[in-house]
């Protein structure tokens, strides 16, 4: 069955510092992929996506992510975060040629100390 | 604001009892799925309706049930409610049976006590 791994469950960071958090799929078709942000209290907000194409991909809020098919992985970036980033991310998944419901990784608490 | 509206916001019930919980999609998307997220289960994948019909079905339990409506709002009643099945109950919209981006709504919060 697919799965998707995040292997960070909490991070902290302080203001400016680099971010990079790592998400891992299991499926060996072709995927599409997805970073969602959950700010405390509020609902799932879509930052990035990767469908085909290049596989770096900007979001909004200055995050990027870069998709290595050979890897699997689907890793979140941003290269300084500010304590507004405080949230909760998840990867997510979902295979092209089936259902078209997402799968989620286990999600990455993320803490940015001013 | 995405756009997808789901009522109530919270819920408290107790053990045994039934409650439905409501979403309405985006203005124009066909689509409507559920999530479940819960502490040790994560976000999980239940049901998908598309213009009425089932589409797919992911871990939902058999007392769970979900329906969409003629004008595309949608339904997931959940029955012989247990402890276990506090969590937030997501609803996302999305155009089309196939369509790649989902938005989501803010959610429905259950307690069963």
């Known amino acids: 069955a697919q799965s998707v791994s995040q292997h960070n469950h909490h991070v902290i960071l302080s203001e400016a510092a680099s971010l990079e958090l790592g998400c891992n799929y299991s499926y060996g078709g072709t995927v599409n992929l997805f970073w969602y942000v959950q700010y405390p209290g509020q609902h799932l907000q879509l930052l990035l996506k990767?469908?085909?194409?290049?596989?770096l991909v900007k979001g909004i809020k200055g995050f990027e992510a870069e998709f290595i098919k050979s890897k699997f992985s689907f890793n979140l970036r941003k290269p300084s975060v500010q304590w507004s980033d405080t949230a909760e991310y998840f990867c997510?998944?979902?295979?092209?040629?089936?259902?078209?419901?997402?799968?989620f990784g286990s999600g990455t608490r993320l803490l940015v100390r001013p | 604001d995405s756009g997808v509206t789901q009522t109530p916001k919270h819920l408290i019930t107790a053990t045994g009892q039934r409650v439905t919980l409501r979403c309405s999609p985006r203005s124009g998307d066909l689509s409507v799925y559920w999530y479940q997220q819960s502490l040790d289960q994560g976000l999980q994948f239940l049901i998908q309706?598309?213009?009425?019909?089932?589409?797919a079905k992911g871990n939902i339990l058999e007392r769970f049930s979900a329906q969409q409506f003629p004008d595309l709002h949608s339904e997931l009643n959940l029955s012989s409610l247990e402890l276990g099945d506090s969590a937030l109950y997501f609803c996302?919209?999305?155009?089309?049976?196939?369509?790649?981006?989902?938005?989501f709504g803010p959610g429905t919060r259950l307690t069963v006590t």
């Open positions: 997510a998944v979902n295979e092209v040629d089936s259902s078209y419901k997402l799968i």
């Open positions: 990767y469908f085909s194409g290049d596989p």
């Open positions: 309706y598309y213009n009425g019909e089932e589409r």
């Open positions: 996302a919209s999305s155009p089309g049976s196939h369509s790649y981006e989902q938005y």
